[in-house]
């Protein structure tokens, strides 16, 4: 079986972030970069779906030459190639899942697998939106029933079932949980309840250096397609005004109702 | 009355007439409260926390010079605090005196990156400071485990170490000049704001580590570093303490400086395993926390190798930090080691006795074999880049005889391997009787006369360290 897996290149979120003096962006001194958390749990669930079904776990990923450091981590995590579409262009969804359609249909995998969304700019399309492009079945929000702390989750077994061509996915939804039988080639979006991501080792590390990384250049794949969403500016939320004490009931259904406008 | 009973209400008297000299400068910020007093009976040794006569909170220097008088003239003890995280009961009142928590003065009052200094108060806690640092582009190297609550005017009166020590030292390293308060009220100033200063004896240096057994500290010039452009981070697993001792010694032989070379043995990571949130694997004997800083590729490099030639030792598994998240869980795993003994353990002896760096080998298998024969369950873990270990005697209270002789015979072993019975904690009260294992009666002898000098009537911090 063939498992594809999109990483995305994102700010550290651990890391203060400062918005450029224009407005234009993030700046990117002393930032770091890491992959998006959800893909990580993407990538640990084909890695187990891999180690179950045999076959390999390719890592595709959009973005400047840097991306590399990205693709080289999942690597790094057992996968066993690389695809490095390069840009320095900012992509929307529309662009990242036109880009990752091309990809995809050269390698026809038979099971794509992405964060439900990424934790810079939580769009949370492109999944739904390659689905479509692809003409495939799609889960999103992928889940499982066992905790975190269950044994099951300690033995590192897959939460997907795939068996007949098929791929079964139990999904979040409002109130409760859906199970979702889907027919191959299918897309699926993964939800932070699905696994633990296992942890880089050091041989790890040393092997994915060796592993191979394919180059395209975006625009090679893309056409001059244009994106639909532009960022025109970012600026930091207000600033909260300071909380007040009040010294009775009466003056703070005053304030609610006059200051605030609330009730 | 017995002569002891009329020289407790002498002293009744002068603390009744001290809070009366003192309360229209303080107000409510001195108490005899039992319950305030409470607050600042005790510290982190474990050892039993006594209530002092008093305790005030001043806000700036002219109110420490005030209480500095007033003492002086009454004959009233004096007691400098921080935030109490302090190992050695340095704090720990005798009963007569009054304690002066400085914890109130913490502002940063100059921060001055294209100087590479920053100028505080005793207050500070030591990793606001970093942090304040850190937004400039730099750091305050000296990070002890207590850092997220621990003040810079403890970290100065107990020379305080941190992982980053076997890097960058500790925080003698980092204190330009002080201001200082003398039993009596008189304000000196040592020190300068350059690089170098060589004018005079050093009496910055004098007043670092001495336990406010001198005088208080009432704002001090610390030195920042340029924050190094990235860190990298490793967990290396180990069947046993003894192995990953010889790794860490491997990596300095070679000529590699970590920025942290930290050792967790197998009671350590038991303890911690579970609050810990980094996942600590199953069925390991010892961990090393190893970290290297500098230049992005440079850092990664060199971390690599590290782990490489410290794992040719029998590493069984070396886990890298993908991002910042799973640095801070890899540091959480060591920094709660001690609070989980304490929680595992009804009773806890913490030394951190200290040798060269090459001899941590040979000193882990002198206590595994000394707790084997005393039938005494030891944790170890600590500095190991430091040759600073910290050996916790974990007991019940029935055993405290059998590990009060074997922290003593720790000790005498540390000194003969040319190292010191207290690394980074102090001598307090905790080691004081051990002072003697290091050093001569001779040179104590001296030190109490150059006391003698700052303090005549050795009204500061009385009878600690010696």
Not at chain 2, 159 to 164: H, T
Not at chain 2, 289 to 312: K, N, P, T, W
Not at chain 2, 325 to 350: D, G, N, Y
Request: proline fraction near 5%; hydrophobic fraction near 40%; charge should be negative.
């Amino acid at each position: 079986m063939k498992i594809l897996v999109t990483v995305k290149r994102v700010e550290d979120p651990e890391i203060k972030i400062k918005i450029k003096a224009d407005g234009s962006g993030l700046e990117s001194e002393q930032m770091k970069y890491v992959v998006n958390p959800f893909d990580e749990i993407a990538v640990e669930e084909a890695l187990r779906l891999r180690d179950t079904h045999e076959g390999e776990v390719v890592i595709l990923s959009l973005g400047v030459a840097d991306c590399a450091q990205q693709i080289r981590t999942a690597l790094a995590m057992g996968a066993d190639r690389g695809v490095h579409v390069l840009t320095d262009e900012t992509l929307d969804p529309t662009l990242a899942s036109l880009a990752m359609q091309k990809v995809i249909e050269d390698e026809s995998p038979d099971i794509v697998l992405m964060g439900k969304q990424a934790v810079d700019d939580d769009m949370g399309q492109t999944g739904v939106m390659l689905a479509e492009r692809l003409g495939w079945g799609q889960a999103s929000f992928a889940s499982k029933e066992a905790s975190l702390e269950s044994e099951e989750e300690k033995s590192k077994q897959t939460a997907l079932n795939v068996s007949d061509n098929k791929v079964t996915v139990v999904r979040e939804v409002d109130g409760g949980i859906e199970t979702l039988c889907l027919n191959l080639p299918a897309l699926i979006t993964t939800e932070l309840r699905l696994n633990i991501p296992r942890y880089a080792s050091l041989p790890g590390i040393m092997k994915a250096k060796k592993k191979e990384i394919k180059e395209f250049p975006l625009r090679d794949l893309i056409g001059d397609a244009q994106p639909l969403v532009e960022v025109l500016k970012m600026e930091k939320p207000a600033a909260r005004a300071a909380g007040m004490i009040v010294s009775d009931v009466p003056q703070l259904m005053e304030k609610l109702r006059n200051e605030a406008k609330v009730i | 009355m017995s002569f002891l009973g009329m020289l407790r209400s002498m002293a009744l008297n002068h603390v009744e007439r001290f809070m009366k000299r003192l309360a229209p400068v303080l107000g409510e910020r001195i108490t005899r409260d039992p319950e305030l007093l409470a607050s600042v009976a005790g510290d982190e040794s474990g050892l039993a926390p006594q209530l002092p006569a008093a305790a005030v909170w001043p806000q700036n220097r002219d109110e420490v010079v005030e209480v500095a008088k007033e003492a002086a003239d009454l004959g009233m003890g004096l007691i400098p605090r921080g935030a109490g995280s302090g190992k050695s009961g340095a704090v720990i009142p005798g009963g007569h005196e009054v304690v002066v928590d400085l914890s109130k003065m913490n502002r940063i009052l100059e921060l001055r990156p294209q100087d590479l200094y920053a100028i505080v108060e005793p207050g500070v806690i030591t990793e606001v400071l970093d942090q304040s640092a850190s937004e400039e582009g730099f750091m305050y190297p000296p990070d002890p485990a207590s850092k997220s609550y621990s003040t810079l005017g403890g970290n100065i009166a107990t020379n305080a170490g941190g992982p980053r020590a076997v890097k960058y030292g500790v925080t003698h390293r980092y204190v330009w000049g002080i201001e200082m308060v003398l039993p009596g009220g008189d304000v000196f100033r040592t020190g300068r704001h350059s690089i170098k200063g060589v004018a005079g004896y050093d009496l910055t240096s004098l007043f670092v580590g001495s336990e406010g057994t001198l005088g208080f500290i009432t704002q001090a010039t610390l030195h920042i570093v340029p924050a190094p452009k990235a860190v990298e981070t490793a967990f290396l697993s180990f069947p046993d303490a003894l192995s990953a001792s010889k790794g860490a010694e491997a990596v300095f032989t070679k000529g590699y400086l970590p920025s942290t070379m930290e050792l967790l043995d197998h009671e350590s990571l038991e303890a911690v395993r579970a609050v810990s949130p980094f996942r600590i694997p199953e069925d390991i004997g010892a961990a090393l926390l190893v970290e290297s800083d500098g230049a992005a590729e440079v850092a990664q490099q060199d971390l690599y190798r590290m782990c490489e030639i410290a794992g040719d030792s029998g590493a069984s598994d070396c886990v890298v930090a993908r991002n910042e998240k799973e640095r801070q869980t890899m540091r959480r795993a060591r920094q709660l080691v001690s609070s989980s003994l304490k929680e595992k353990f009804p009773l806890k002896i913490s030394d951190d006795i200290a040798v060269p760096r090459s001899q941590m080998a040979v000193l882990m298998e002198y206590a595994q074999a000394e707790a084997l024969k005393e039938e005494i369950t030891f944790a170890a873990y600590g500095h190991i880049g430091d040759g600073n270990l910290h050996v916790n005697l974990l007991c019940d209270v029935d055993d405290l005889p059998k590990a009060q002789g074997m922290r003593i015979k720790l000790m005498q072993k540390a000194v003969r391997m040319q190292g010191t019975v207290s690394g980074e904690h102090g001598i307090g009260i905790h080691k004081r009787d051990m002072l003697s294992i290091e050093q001569s009666q001779e040179l104590i002898d001296l030190q109490k006369r150059l006391k003698k000098v700052f303090d005549p009537q050795g009204l500061m911090n009385p009878n600690k360290v010696f």
